[in-house]
């Protein structure tokens, strides 16, 4: 079964600063990999997704995330933080041949003034 | 588009008493998922619809919980008794095909006493 590891609980960065929000995964074929954000009471969103070609993908907000095959990772980035940016974060997968999603456990982004 | 519609926003309800969650996914979306968040466990999926037959319904936890969809537009998650345990915020979330990026509803809080 698929499944996705975000190692760290929470990021925090500095308004201005790059950030980076890591995402391992586990699936038996090519991956669909996707990236949501979360914030308080308030439904996932949709960031961002890789299904094939390049393997940096640019999604919403001024989000980006690097596909890597040899390390099975999609972390997101941006450039430049901002406050506004805080929010839960979640990696998710989807293995071939279902149209399940297995989400990370999410990662609680604080950008500080 | 409204996006995906969820009734109600929030449910207050004594143990033993039957809950029912309602979603109105997006229209000419074809798949349909319900899932609840948790701190403890997370974002998990419960049963997922595609074109209002369920097609994998693994993650409902127990009998107490079940799901029907009787139209294109319209989907139920019912659970009965209901327990303190169950307490979370349940989400529903629609898409179109295969590999893509799936749309949440705003969510349901559900507090059991």
């Known amino acids: 079964a698929q499944s996705v590891a975000q190692p760290e609980d929470q990021v925090n960065v500095a308004e201005g600063n790059p950030l980076t929000v890591k995402c391992t995964y586990s699936v038996s074929g090519n991956p669909y990999l996707f990236w949501y954000v979360q914030y308080p009471n308030r439904g996932l969103q949709f960031l961002l997704k890789?299904?094939?070609?390049?393997?940096l993908v640019k999604g919403s907000y001024g989000f980006e995330a690097e596909f890597n095959k040899s390390q099975t990772s999609f972390h997101l980035k941006k450039p430049s933080a901002l406050v506004s940016d805080s929010a839960l974060y979640f990696c998710a997968v989807r293995d071939y041949g279902n149209n399940r999603l297995a989400f990370g456990k999410g990662n609680q982004v604080v950008v500080i003034p | 588009d409204a996006g995906v519609i969820q009734s109600p926003r929030h449910e207050v309800t004594e143990m033993g008493q039957e809950v029912t969650l309602r979603c109105k996914p997006i229209s000419g979306h074809d798949y349909l998922f319900w899932y609840r968040q948790t701190m403890m466990r997370g974002l998990e999926l419960l049963i997922y619809?595609?074109?209002?037959?369920?097609?994998?319904d693994s993650g409902m936890p127990e009998d107490r919980f079940s799901a029907k969809m009787p139209n294109a537009s319209f989907s139920t998650l019912k659970i009965q008794p209901s327990e303190p345990r169950d307490s979370a915020v349940y989400f529903c979330?629609?898409?179109?095909?295969?590999?893509?990026?799936?749309?949440f509803g705003p969510g349901t809080r559900l507090t059991v006493t």
């Open positions: 619809f595609n074109n209002n037959v369920p097609i994998d």
């Open positions: 890789y299904i094939t070609g390049d393997n």
């Open positions: 979330a629609s898409t179109r095909g295969q590999g893509t990026e799936q749309y």
